[in-house]
Nanobody
Framework: QVQLVESGGGLVQAGGSLRLSCAAS????????MGWFRQAPGNEREFVAG????????RYADSVKGRFTISRDSAKNTVYLQMNNLKPEDTAVYYC?????????????????WGQGTQVTVSS
């Protein structure tokens, strides 16, 4: 059973930075994809960024390109989301997720396991 635990959320001013972490356990993570999603109050959950374990291929939502960077540390079974130049509209609960797909997809239906989420709040 895959378990995912996010950390690193918090309150930050606009223009600031945060780094989210997602510690994964329960299997050997040499394949599959990891994704970050977010959900703001009243909104649907949306894709933020994804990475393929095998070769670090990445994908980003247009809204975060150039500001967010996803990376992974295989030795630690951990995926990171470095968020720079944060904006108030980035405020949301951020979730990491794991899927067995070989394609880094933005569809949440391709992800089988989810963390509990971490709150990110960006003040103006």
């Amino acid at each position: 059973q895959v378990q995912l635990v996010e950390s690193g959320g918090g309150l930050v001013q606009a223009g600031g930075s945060l780094r989210l972490s997602c510690a994964a356990s329960g299997r050997t993570f040499s394949s599959g994809i990891m994704g970050w999603f977010r959900q703001a109050p009243g909104n649907e959950r949306e894709f933020v960024a994804g990475i393929r374990w095998s070769d670090r291929t990445t994908r980003y939502a247009d809204s975060v390109k150039g500001r967010f960077t996803i990376s992974r540390d295989s030795a630690k079974n951990t995926v990171y989301l470095q968020m720079n130049n944060l904006k108030p509209e980035d405020t949301a609960v951020y979730y990491c997720a794991f899927g067995r797909s070989v394609v880094v997809t933005a569809s949440e239906y391709a992800y089988d396991y989810w963390g509990q989420g971490t709150q990110v709040t960006v003040s103006s």
